[in-house]
């Protein structure tokens, strides 16, 4: 069974790209042959710095590996280190109906918070879905807000297949039900877009910087806290064990106990949390070789994998 997803190299990565996609991948890397990759050409819809990109991707392959990305068992590569990507997209595209494309939220949602409206932001999902069949996937992990985009691929799979040969298998998304939406700093849900975001790996006081300005009411120190919809609470129960969990729970029922004091909990288990990885991550930053190495022999995988799929398409379709 072969397992496939990719992130955005479009900012640092954040909580919210760390238990939303991350974690869940890198728990899924025994179960089947992982595919993991950088999609780093659909960051191009909205980076558009040079310096800024190379920055991001090399950022995401560190995050990726510290957090416990496994290139013994997982072929690890950067998507536009295999560029027939592109062409796949090309081809799709020719059957793939505007409608299909126009009903996606993300492009609404996306278009909604001043993406540039672009052909490569409105194509993203036809990226997306050459990305899945390129590599004849089974599963995909996703988060929620990219099962939409699973169903465009099968349909786009369907079409193909009918049209012209069965070349494609057709992709599974693997939804994370349990996991809930990771709340950002203003309580929304933690995204790049919105300005929310607390990264993997800041500096100590960078992080508790962040942490200290997470929006609270203002509820005096001795009152009872309301535990519904409390942002802090919720992030605390990524990290803490049941019984601090508790505890804290118990002291916003209870009241006596601060919103700041709440925050320094949070900071302390986090900062705990992420310990291992971060010391992962320099020994990775200490040794570029190795990385380019990891990514070298990902990418050979990868084109092995991708060279007989296009074979098989540009012969189904009637190139030469
Ligand atoms: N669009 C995905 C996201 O933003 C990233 C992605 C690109 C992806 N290609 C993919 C995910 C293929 C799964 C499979 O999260």
Redesign the pocket.
């Known amino acids: 069974m072969r397992i496939?997803?990719?992130?955005?190299p479009s900012g640092t990565l954040h909580w919210g790209n760390y238990f939303g996609?991350m974690q869940p991948a890198i728990g899924l890397q025994d179960e089947g042959e992982a595919f993991y990759?950088i999609?780093d050409y659909?960051s191009l819809t909205s980076v558009c710095d040079p310096a800024a990109l190379r920055k991001y991707i090399m950022g995401a392959v560190l995050d990726f590996l510290a957090c416990g990305l496994d290139p013994l068992k997982t072929c690890f590569f950067l998507?536009s280190a295999i560029p027939a990507v592109t062409e796949l997209t090309w081809i799709l595209g020719t059957l793939t109906p505007m409608g299909l494309l126009e009903r996606c939220h993300?492009y609404k949602d996306k278009i909604a918070h001043n993406l540039p409206a672009t052909q490569g932001l409105f194509s993203?999902p036809v990226?997306?879905t050459a990305?899945?069949l390129l590599y004849q996937?089974d599963v995909?992990?996703?988060?929620r807000?990219?099962k939409q985009?699973?169903e465009v691929a099968r349909d786009i799979a369907v079409k193909f297949n009918q049209k012209y040969e069965a070349v494609f298998k057709l992709p599974e998304a693997s939804i994370q039900e349990t996991t809930e939406i990771i709340p950002g700093l203003d309580g929304a849900k933690m995204s790049k877009s919105y300005g929310n975001t607390i990264e993997i790996f800041l500096t100590e006081k960078e992080l508790y910087k962040k942490i200290m300005s997470i929006r609270t009411d203002s509820a005096p120190v001795d009152h009872p806290k309301p535990r519904e919809g409390s942002t802090i609470l919720a992030l605390y129960k990524l990290f803490a064990n049941s019984a601090d969990y508790q505890q804290m729970e118990d002291d916003y029922q209870r009241g006596g106990v601060g919103y700041g004091e709440f925050k320094k909990r949070l900071f302390e288990a986090a900062w705990l949390f992420f310990k291992p990885m971060r010391a992962r991550r320099e020994e990775l930053l200490a040794d570029p070789v190795s990385i380019e190495q990891i990514l070298k022999e990902g990418a050979a995988r990868a084109q092995a994998v991708a060279q007989p799929t296009m074979d098989r398409v540009r012969s189904a379709i009637g190139l030469r």
């Open positions: 496939l997803t990719g992130i955005q996609m990759f999609a659909h998507q993300s993203y990226l997306m990305d899945i996937t995909v992990p996703v988060g807000d990219q985009h699973i």
